[in-house]
């Protein structure tokens, strides 16, 4: 469905010019107050939908003067994106339902492989890898010949799972120039313990001028408690409310070696209050975004947290609570399903020690070595 925004001084007002540009057949998504930055617009902002995409080599219609005067670019809106959750989570029960009949014919049929490859094959299903992941790294070492000796299996899987996932333990853009990041991530998913460590150990540590902003203003003294950590730490900090005022402030203090950026937690039915700093961050190529995420989640919780902050743009995955899980499948699935790349991984609250580079390597033992939560929490602050 294609979408628009029309501004106006009533919602009857703004109907009208959707209909004078899209013909009568234009209906009613989502109404709301202008927002500030938009107010001289219009007091109202009407959001309206028209049937599905032309096709390609179709003629749009050409907008009437009013209305493109008073028209926004079409953008992403919370239904559009709820609907497309919808439709990926009935995509993913499907593939689920499949891949779990596959797997038991796999594994109870006459053409069942030796005893070495099924013995991998549960281990990775419990380690909670994604079943089709799982049928795809036994068919590449079936294909390589890999001898059906467990040792010999192993060995072939982590060097086969370390290609398969990207690490990239670097904060800011490729190419140089300041270094920005902001974490965004659902809420309690630890982004304001993993910015401070990453201001200890990227800022102070490597003595870079550092400065913390925080855009966390919804939750009561939350950006207080960021505050007090800075000044423990001694690197700046500011709270700003607006993308507007994140922009002037990325500004203010672009000589900064490292800026970090901590954003509000947003759940599944904050997406209204998520638009407008999403579309803000994804705009901007100089602000490297990394989606902060528990690695206790399941598979599935996990998938749908990662579509729903699809709408940000991130282009690295953080990993926390290491020291909560047993089962890592679900962090190198989510990695090799996404094609983004893992930064960093934090096992604890300490700060910094309880933060690691990422590293494929790491991700596949600590996958491949099931029962370890507490191996696995020692190892990452080692």
Not at 66 to 89: I, K, M, T
Request: contains cysteine.
């Amino acid at each position: 469905m294609r979408l628009k925004s029309y501004f106006a001084k009533d919602v009857k007002t703004a109907l009208l010019m959707a209909q004078q540009e899209l013909g009568p057949e234009a209906m009613l998504v989502h109404s709301r107050k202008a927002p500030p930055e938009a107010r001289h617009l219009g007091d109202c902002e009407v959001v309206v939908g028209l049937g599905p995409v032309p096709a390609p080599g179709m003629a749009a219609a050409e907008p009437s003067p009013a209305g493109a005067a008073a028209a926004e670019p079409v953008r992403a809106f919370p239904e559009a994106a709820r609907l497309s959750a919808e439709v990926a989570e009935m995509r993913r029960q499907i593939e689920r339902m499949a891949s779990s009949l596959s797997r038991a014919a796999w594994i109870g049929g006459p053409d069942r492989p030796p005893g070495g490859f099924g013995e991998l094959f549960a281990e990775l299903i419990a380690a909670e890898v994604r079943p089709e992941l799982a049928h795809e790294i036994l068919d590449a070492l079936r294909a390589q010949g890999v001898p059906a000796d467990s040792v010999s299996l192993r060995r072939a899987a982590a060097r086969e799972m370390a290609a398969r996932v990207a690490t990239d333990p670097v904060l800011g853009p490729a190419g140089g120039g300041p270094r920005a990041a902001a974490l965004v991530g659902p809420c309690g998913a630890g982004k304001t313990a993993t910015l401070v460590k990453l201001a200890v150990i990227h800022g102070l540590s490597a003595r870079r001028p550092t400065q913390v902003i925080s855009m966390d203003t919804y939750r009561v003294a939350a950006y207080e408690q960021l505050r007090s950590y800075a000044g423990i730490i001694g690197v700046g900090f500011q709270a700003v409310e607006t993308p507007g005022a994140l922009a002037q402030a990325l500004e203010e203090h672009r000589r900064k070696g490292l800026i970090l950026i901590d954003t509000p937690g947003y759940g599944p039915n904050d997406l209204d209050a998520a638009v407008e700093l999403a579309a803000f961050l994804k705009g901007r190529p100089d602000v490297d975004t990394h989606l902060v995420l528990t690695a206790s989640m399941r598979s599935a919780d996990l998938s749908r947290v990662v579509d729903r902050f699809e709408i940000f743009g991130p282009r690295k995955l953080i990993f926390t609570r290491l020291d909560e899980t047993e089962s890592f499948g679900p962090i190198w699935s989510e990695a090799v399903r996404t094609a983004k790349s893992v930064s960093f991984l934090a096992g604890g609250q300490r700060v910094p020690e309880d933060l690691e580079e990422a590293a494929p390597e790491r991700i596949v033992d600590l996958v491949l070595r099931p029962g370890a939560a507490g191996a696995a929490a020692a190892a990452a602050v080692a």
